[in-house]
């Protein structure tokens, strides 16, 4: 009994420095990609919409790769899963608390949508042989590549918004130095965040898709968390909302097409296909009609109460 209890504390642990690693290591990959793009002049929206977006999503991004190669493919697909409904669900949810978010046209027009045909691919892609395959792989990552050039092409010109005078682009060395210590702490992270989430799964005797879509895919999306509050309170609110959009479409597009480009990447948890990907789906969904009803383009802390009690209900019927 002694030596399990042992085992089980060495496991949260694993997790919970794996998870730690990931945060600072994200924070450190976002200063420089975020100084990069400074420099480069580009607009905060789409900044939002891919630098930030995909600095956040690095932790997924390790983590599925080293999960799938590892051999476990549901919990690869149950954090992607898992923190695209945590992304709408918890973390804007608890922004929204913070105070009342104004909707751009673009979140209808582009970014909704793309949401929608990247979380739609993902559902059709899995619904046959349950499993993505590297084909589909590149066709994944192929709407991602259109989607960003889409993005710098128009929407840049499109969008004139001044950056804030705190935000001051850093030197060169400091750029690639942060790049450098959060690269090598996100895989770090993730090497012992799958070991201890793989361990606690066997312990407890349950599967890696309820360890993925919660523990982890909470853990990984921490960095949005504390990406968009920041922007909110900063009143930076394009950055906010562009970065959970983006984020759900970079771990769909590149998380898991990257991932599945460099090995399969299988369901093996039915639950995936019978419960969680529906409950992505259907979050991913309401966010439209909350940003119109009962004002157009806004969305305030009672709409911050249904997503935070849509993903409570979702935690909750999963466990």
Do not use: C
């Amino acid at each position: 009994m002694y030596l399990r209890r042992k085992l089980e504390l060495m496991n949260f642990l694993l997790i919970i420095g794996g998870l730690v690693v990931l945060i600072f290591s994200g924070n450190w990959l976002l200063k420089s990609a975020v100084a990069l793009s400074l420099k480069l002049d580009i607009p905060k929206i789409v900044i939002g919409m891919t630098v930030v977006s995909f600095a956040t999503s690095a932790p997924e991004l390790i983590v599925s790769i080293n999960a799938a190669l590892s051999g476990s493919s549901d919990l690869a697909l149950g954090n992607v899963i898992g923190s695209n409904i945590a992304n709408l669900g918890l973390v804007l949810g608890i922004t929204l608390l913070f105070g009342t978010m104004h909707v751009q046209k673009s979140f209808y027009k582009t970014d909704w949508p793309v949401m929608m045909i990247a979380s739609g691919l993902l559902y059709f892609f899995l619904i046959g042989d349950k499993k993505i395959v590297q084909y589909e792989g590149i066709i994944l990552f192929s709407l991602l590549v259109f989607f960003l050039v889409y993005l710098l092409r128009f929407q840049k010109t499109a969008v004139i918004d001044e950056l804030p005078e705190d935000d001051e682009p850093l030197p060169l060395y400091k750029i690639v130095l942060f790049f450098v210590i959060g690269g090598v702490g996100l895989w770090g992270g993730s090497e012992l965040l799958i070991q201890g989430a793989t361990s606690l799964a066997i312990e407890f005797n349950v599967s890696e898709r309820i360890i993925g879509v919660t523990i982890v895919s909470i853990g990984t999306s921490i960095p949005e968390l504390a990406a968009s509050i920041i922007a909110v309170l900063k009143k930076e609110k394009a950055i906010s909302l562009g970065n959970l959009i983006g984020s759900n479409v970079f771990n769909i597009l590149a998380v898991l097409g990257i991932t599945s480009m460099i090995t399969p990447v299988k369901v093996q948890d039915e639950g995936l296909l019978t419960n969680d990907i529906f409950w992505m789906l259907a979050i991913s969904f309401a966010v439209l009609p909350l940003v119109f009803i009962p004002k157009g383009y806004r969305l305030n802390w009672k709409d911050g109460i249904i997503l935070l009690g849509a993903y409570v209900t979702f935690i909750y019927l999963t466990i």
